[in-house]
């Protein structure tokens, strides 16, 4: 069956450094995003991208960058960890044949100390 | 912009009672509209959905009815279970360039118990 994935799936790190959290799909979606879950804020998306080589930035990408080198992975790296960006992050997918319905990772709970 | 606006939780029931989690939204045109469900240590899953004005979306005895004079799509439910209990988000897509976005609302947790 397909699905998508995500590794680590606790991460806990320290100021300043880098971190990269995988997403991998095996859906063959077009469409990948990734998102961070705060209390009182629902879900915000961070990056996403709509085919290899393309990304774009959400409503909260200060702090993160993405890269799609092909379909199945969109990487997301912190590229120095702060604590206000302690949070659960979700990774998801759409594409052909429900375009507009996303599918979800179970999530990476990154802890900054 | 869009933007979608839930009721706050939690909200808390007794099991068989019923359920309704208000949902109302702000976008231009016409959006496409959802439920999602996230329980306890997982991902957001696909509840139910609705693509046009007057559409009723409806799985596991859940139901949404899209009112575009209302902006609403609130969630309903006859009789609710414990495994009913989890956080549940409204969202909305518009189709954008190549793909689509989504805007969520902040949730609603919902406690059934016995």
């Known amino acids: 069956d397909a699905e998508i994935t995500q590794s680590p799936r606790h991460k806990i790190t320290e100021t300043g450094r880098q971190v990269t959290l995988a997403c991998h799909q095996t859906w063959n979606h077009n469409n990948m995003f990734w998102y961070r879950q705060d209390l009182g804020h629902g879900l915000r998306l961070i990056h996403y991208?709509?085919?290899?080589?393309?990304?774009n930035k959400g409503e909260v990408s200060d702090g993160y960058s993405v890269s799609r080198s092909n379909t199945e992975d969109l990487p997301l790296t912190l590229e120095s960890a702060a604590s206000s960006q302690t949070s659960v992050y979700f990774c998801?997918?759409?594409?052909?044949?429900?375009?507009?319905?996303?599918?979800f990772g179970p999530g990476t709970r990154l802890t900054v100390l | 912009g869009n933007s979608v606006t839930q009721m706050e939780g939690p909200v808390t029931l007794s099991e068989e009672a019923f359920l309704t989690i208000n949902c109302t939204y702000t976008?231009?045109?016409?959006?496409?509209l959802f439920w999602y469900v996230q329980y306890p240590g997982e991902g957001l899953q696909l509840l139910l959905k609705a693509t046009k004005a007057d559409d009723k979306g409806s799985n596991k005895g859940f139901e949404a009815t899209y009112r575009k004079e209302t902006t609403s799509f609130h969630l309903e439910k006859g009789s609710v279970q414990v495994s009913d209990s989890a956080v549940y988000f409204c969202a909305l897509t518009r189709v954008t360039g190549g793909g689509n976005k989504l805007t969520f609302g902040t949730g609603t947790q919902l406690k059934v118990e016995l």
């Open positions: 991208s709509y085919g290899v080589h393309d990304t």
């Open positions: 976008a231009t045109g016409y959006p496409s």
């Open positions: 998801a997918s759409s594409g052909f044949p429900l375009g507009n319905e996303q599918f």
